[in-house]
């Protein structure tokens, strides 16, 4: 069994037992228990429910591993050819790690 959910404007293919890297989720804590419950579709062994836009009545219910992980640094280079200009900027994206307890369909 697998749903599709939506978290954070990102869609998952989620199973029960399987770890997610998610946009931070702020304010959750180390074990804490966060749901989502905009659930796309749901595929119970070859019954497929698709939902109009979500499936009502069903939900993931996540825990909290590690609230805040840090993704590989990703360098931004700009530069303009025989004009002086050089740019460097840095990013590193921030995530939530969470671990799959239940999908309730």
């Known amino acids: 069994m697998y749903v599709i959910v939506e978290i ?9 037992g399987r770890k997610l890297f998610v ?3 702020k304010g959750a804590e180390l074990g804490s228990e966060v749901s989502f ?3 796309m579709l749901v595929d119970n062994d ?12 069903a939900k993931v219910v996540c825990e909290v591993v590690s609230p805040l992980v ?3 640094k990703i360098l931004i280079f700009h530069k303009k050819r025989r004009k002086g200009y050089r740019k460097l900027n840095g990013h590193r ?4 790690e969470v671990l799959v307890k239940e999908v309730l369909a």
């Open 8 to 16: 954070q404007g990102q869609q998952f293919k989620v199973e029960k």
């Open 46 to 57: 070859g019954a497929v429910k698709v939902g109009t836009p979500f499936v009502e009545g």
């Open 93 to 96: 994206q921030q995530f939530s």
């Open 23 to 25: 946009h931070h989720i």
């Open 70 to 72: 840090k993704g590989d």
């Open 37 to 39: 419950d905009r659930v």
